[in-house]
Each structure stands twice: as structure tokens, then as C-alpha cells.
T-cell receptor, first 114, second 111 residues
């Protein structure tokens, strides 16, 4: 158990809908990262937050947004969903943000868009 | 872009044998991390090796890093059926902590 929790574990929804994925980092970690894993794109970095502020952006679609709250949990919002958004979405956390720390991953949320 | 790239191998080995997989990258790294993933589940962190380190051990795992060749290898010794998984390397660059993952190596250990 990495200490990173994600809810829900599974999500089935329809195209055009909006969903929210939730992540709680390990105790004491200030950085939260979101990654997407799909068969065609592999594991891709989406976005990072550090202590409530956006720190880095990767291949995140404009239909996707995220935030980190004062209690450090984070939410990833996916809207106007398309079939291609079906993937495993991981949250990870680390203590800092300078690239020296281990990133610990949560169990993931498996999203299926029908 | 995928900066951590494994040799695209699917290894099938007998229990007790060693398994080696490689990872190459293109630009300078701050550190490189190896992860294991069991059939579409979560990513389990195995080892982090920093750019100024050449070798690290953790139990039956050994990771080496050759920055001159921009490559790393993960060795699993005395493999067990429970080692059956996909193994990913992921690198981070200086100044940021985003991980760039390779495609992963599928390892099957036959009991």
C-alpha cells in the first residue's frame, strides 16, 4: 500500500458526460501528479500540483482540469467525454517538487466511456 | 515524448532464473525510477537511482545506470512466479518532477 488513495476504482459513463476523479496523497506529501495510461499512448503525465498551485502541465486536454485543495487532496475533472478517454488514471504524490523524490502511485481509477 | 524507453522485450523465464531488462533515454536526467505493474493494477515503486549513482540494490533487484550511454538496466535475480508483471522505467529531468515513462517490459515467470 503506497498510502495514496484514489476514488472511485471504476467508473463507467457515456460520451459527453463529465466525471470527477479524486486523490488523497500520502501523509506529508505536498505534490500531487496525475497520469493517464492507455493502450495506445502508454503512461502519460497530465498535470502536477504543489501545495495548492499548478506546477507543471503535460499532455492534458482542454476538456480536462484539475485542482488541489487546502487539505492537499486533488480532483481531476474530465468533461465532454469521448470514447478515447477510456483509460486508467493514476494519481501520484511526492514530498517535494524538484525531481529528487520518489513518486508513489495510487491504485488508479479505471474509466470506461461508452 | 517518451523519454524512458525500455528494450521492447517480452521475457518468459523459468522460476529461479534471472531477468534483465533495459531502458534508454535521450536527454539528461535527474533520476530514474523503476516501477512494477501487475496486470493493469497500480504502479509499485521499486528503486530510484540518481544521476550520480551507478548501482543500487533492493532485495533481489539490482539497478544500474550508465549516464555515458544514457541507459539503465533492472536485474531480477532468482525470479519467482509473483514477479510476473510489467516493468517500467521513468525518468525525471532537472528542475521538474514529471515522470516520462517507457513502454514497459512484460515479464512472465513460469513456475
Amino acid at each position: 500500500d503506497s498510502g495514496v488513495t484514489q476514488t472511485p476504482k471504476h467508473l463507467i459513463t457515456a460520451t459527453g458526460q463529465r466525471v470527477t476523479l479524486r486523490c488523497s496523497p500520502r501523509s506529508g506529501d505536498l505534490s500531487v501528479y496525475w497520469y493517464q495510461q492507455s493502450l495506445d499512448q502508454g503512461l502519460q503525465f497530465l498535470i502536477q500540483y504543489y501545495n495548492g498551485e499548478e506546477r507543471a502541465k503535460g499532455n492534458i486536454l482542454e476538456r480536462f482540469s484539475a485542482q488541489q485543495f487546502p487539505d492537499l487532496h486533488s480532483e481531476l475533472n474530465l468533461s465532454s467525454l469521448e470514447l478515447g478517454d477510456s483509460a486508467l488514471y493514476f494519481c501520484a504524490s511526492s514530498a517535494g517538487t524538484m525531481g529528487r523524490e520518489t513518486q508513489y502511485f495510487g491504485p488508479g481509477t479505471r474509466l470506461l466511456v461508452l | 515524448s517518451q523519454q524512458g524507453e525500455e528494450d521492447p522485450q517480452a521475457l518468459s523465464i523459468q522460476e529461479g532464473e534471472n531477468a534483465t531488462m533495459n531502458c534508454s533515454y535521450k536527454t539528461s536526467i535527474n533520476n530514474l525510477q523503476w516501477y512494477r505493474q501487475n496486470s493493469g493494477r497500480g504502479l509499485v515503486h521499486l528503486i530510484l537511482i540518481r544521476s550520480n549513482e551507478r548501482e543500487k540494490h533492493s532485495g533481489r533487484l539490482r539497478v544500474t545506470l550508465d549516464t555515458s550511454k544514457k541507459s539503465s538496466s533492472l536485474l531480477i535475480t532468482a525470479s519467482r512466479a509473483a514477479d510476473t508483471a510489467s516493468y517500467f522505467c521513468a525518468k525525471s529531468s532537472y528542475g521538474n518532477n514529471r515522470l516520462a515513462f517507457g513502454k514497459g517490459n512484460q515479464v512472465v515467470v513460469i513456475p
